[in-house]
């Protein structure tokens, strides 16, 4: 069975533009979460969804958006991008039952130039 | 302070070495305790889960102190393959809801 997977693998992006990633989950999982890790801590909450709605949002600004679709596959919009922004974004999946484990993708690595 | 606080590290050990991870979590309410591992450039796999009983896998020791708020992983007998960083992660409730990442602290086991 594929795993969760992400597209693209690496993405350059200038400052104030906008970017896409996205994630399709392992297949009979209907949450997905996205995460941001900067280079040297761990991964930041973005957001989770299930069945299409959102289920949580981190502290993250309105620049951040995301969706999921009736396949479950999901994705992350991130307008008027910053230097900051430059990390890994990981996708994550979970079955939805109540299962906590996580299930991550090997992530989009965003570079703001 | 953060929510979830682990030692900063670098660990640097010798093959063999036994070396022992701590972490603590500011919530009291939470609820579900893991450590995952992260290998260079990788994604964080779950490694175990935390129960307050203590568990062991293998060379792995996993312990929850609810009381104090602390978490520690302890990895006996060090392989080379080891060498990663291990992060702490909380659940504030249970099921499916958003896990918090410690920072994470980087092992090198040395041949």
């Known amino acids: 069975d594929a795993g969760v997977t992400q597209s693209p693998t690496h993405l350059i992006k200038t400052r104030g533009q906008q970017v896409t990633l996205r994630c399709s989950p392992i297949s009979g999982h209907k949450s997905v979460s996205w995460y941001q890790q900067v280079l040297g801590q761990g991964p930041q909450f973005i957001f989770q969804?299930?069945?299409?709605?959102?289920?949580g949002r981190g502290n993250f600004p309105d620049r951040f958006s995301a969706r999921q679709f009736p396949n479950y596959s999901s994705e992350l919009n991130v307008n008027a991008l910053l230097l900051g922004d430059s990390a890994l974004y990981l996708c994550?999946?979970?079955?939805?039952?109540?299962?906590?484990?996580?299930?991550f993708g090997s992530g989009t690595q965003l570079s703001v130039l | 302070r953060k929510e979830v606080e682990q030692d900063p590290g670098p660990f640097n050990v010798p093959e063999g070495a036994t070396v022992a991870f701590n972490c603590t979590y500011s919530?009291?309410?939470?609820?579900?305790f893991f450590w995952y591992r992260q290998d260079c450039r990788k994604e964080p796999k779950l490694l175990m889960s935390v129960y307050s009983s203590g568990n062991e896998d293998g060379r792995f020791t996993a312990q929850l102190n609810r009381a104090s708020q602390y978490i520690s992983l302890l990895i006996r007998d060090s392989k080379l393959s080891d060498s990663a960083t291990y992060l702490c992660?909380?659940?504030?409730?249970?099921?499916?809801?958003?896990?918090?990442f410690g920072k994470g602290t980087r092992l090198s086991v040395i041949a």
């Open positions: 994550a999946s979970r079955d939805g039952t109540g299962n906590e484990k996580l299930f």
């Open positions: 992660v909380v659940n504030r409730f249970s099921g499916n809801t958003p896990l918090v």
């Open positions: 919530n009291s309410a939470s609820q579900s």
């Open positions: 969804y299930y069945e299409k709605e959102e289920r």
